[in-house]
């Protein structure tokens, strides 16, 4: 998370918007979000309600849920799903960033 709210500009950039959804209660996600500034939008999702409409899974011998990345377009289309097997199992930014641009010609058209 960390690392996002340092690349955060480059998305902007890219006229994308982050948002982090997290399986804590909203008092834990809220104090984590102000404790570490985070500059970009979390939602707490601790009844799994976000979770299920996008199947993210879940995996209790690898501490819970797995990551799941995706890009949503401006009309709310999914162009983009990634679900992770693990904590280390999502794409990069820059592989994230290649795709909005791309995203972003596209859409010139």
């Known amino acids: ?3 996002l709210r340092q690349e955060h500009q480059k998305f902007v950039s890219k006229e994308a918007e982050l948002i982090a959804v997290g399986p804590e209660d909203a008092r834990a996600f809220t104090d984590y ?15 799994h ?19 799941a990345l995706f890009v949503i377009d401006k ?10 097997d693990s904590m ?4 990069t930014e820059q592989e994230i ?6 995203l972003n010609k596209e859409s010139e058209k």
């Open 1 to 3: 998370m960390a690392r």
């Open 49 to 67: 309600v976000i979770a299920d409409l996008y199947d993210q899974k879940v995996n209790p011998l690898k501490l819970g849920r797995m990551p």
């Open 75 to 84: 009309a709310g289309r999914i162009r983009f799903a990634n679900y992770g």
């Open 97 to 102: 960033l290649s795709l909005l641009d791309k």
């Open 33 to 47: 979000w102000h404790k570490n500034s985070m500059n970009f939008i979390g939602i707490p999702d601790h009844e």
């Open 88 to 91: 280390s199992d999502i794409p």
